[in-house]
């Protein structure tokens, strides 16, 4: 079954508004949580690394003004996209490594988020 | 440099084909390797681990080369439903690193 959850799956909102994106690591703790972005027939994008705790560290290039990251908890990592344009329209995916071994990195099931 | 370097494709393949990917990383201390495969709209899924001993999953096969620092992925007998963007993966430390993505398609 699942070991990251997102919510929700996906969005649509009207531009200007703000987009909140939770991801939950279930049954394990995550210190560390990773956001990504994927624009259609494009690669994953690291956007993020969520810290619990303490600040997100931003890809260059990532406004973190506009991405608003926080892991408020050891199994909750949110993004919220702030006024959001069409051009933020994307599938945003979340990670979370888990200890099992050595570390395996377990990706949320996406969110799919259209802006008007 | 980037820590992943991964040849983005497209490979066509027909099907019955045996492909092969690499992947490339910067680092030599890093320390665990995967493959993934994300199918179109979805998240990237663990298609396998990769250990220094070279690891086979049926048609997959993984190897890891640390004198060179890459891994590889061969794919034996395409079949239709090999069809996907695969995805390599280095880890070191607890930071995750990806290369772009290897996007495959199985031609009939």
């Known amino acids: 079954g699942a070991v990251v959850s997102q919510h929700p799956s996906w969005v649509i909102c009207k531009s200007g508004t703000s987009v909140k994106i939770e991801c939950r690591s279930l049954?394990?703790?995550?210190?560390?949580m990773f956001w990504y972005r994927q624009f259609p027939k494009q690669s994953l994008m690291l956007m993020a690394t969520?810290?619990?705790?303490?600040?997100?560290?931003?890809e260059q290039g990532v406004e973190k003004d506009k991405f608003l990251i926080n892991h408020a908890s050891l199994t909750l990592s949110t993004l919220t996209v702030t006024s959001a344009h069409p051009e933020d329209s994307s599938f945003y995916i979340c990670?979370?490594?888990?200890?099992?071994?050595?570390?395996?990195?377990?990706f949320g099931p996406g969110t799919r988020l259209t802006v008007l | 440099r980037k820590e992943v370097e991964q040849d983005p494709g497209p490979f066509n393949v027909p099907e019955g084909a045996t492909v092969a990917f690499n992947c490339t990383y910067s680092?030599?201390?890093?320390?665990?390797f995967f493959w993934y495969r994300q199918d179109c709209r979805k998240e990237p899924k663990l298609l396998m681990s990769?250990?220094?001993s070279g690891n086979e999953d049926g048609r997959f096969t993984a190897q890891l080369n640390r004198a060179s620092q890459y891994i590889s992925l061969l794919i034996r007998d395409s079949k239709l439903s090999d069809s996907a963007t695969y995805l390599c993966v280095v880890n070191r430390g607890n930071q995750f690193y990806f290369g772009t993505g290897t996007s495959l398609t199985v031609i009939p």
């Open positions: 990769v250990y220094s």
């Open positions: 990670s979370a490594p888990r200890l099992a071994g050595g570390y395996e990195q377990f």
């Open positions: 969520s810290n619990e705790g303490s600040k997100a560290t931003y």
């Open positions: 680092n030599s201390a890093s320390q665990s």
């Open positions: 049954d394990f703790q995550a210190t560390t």
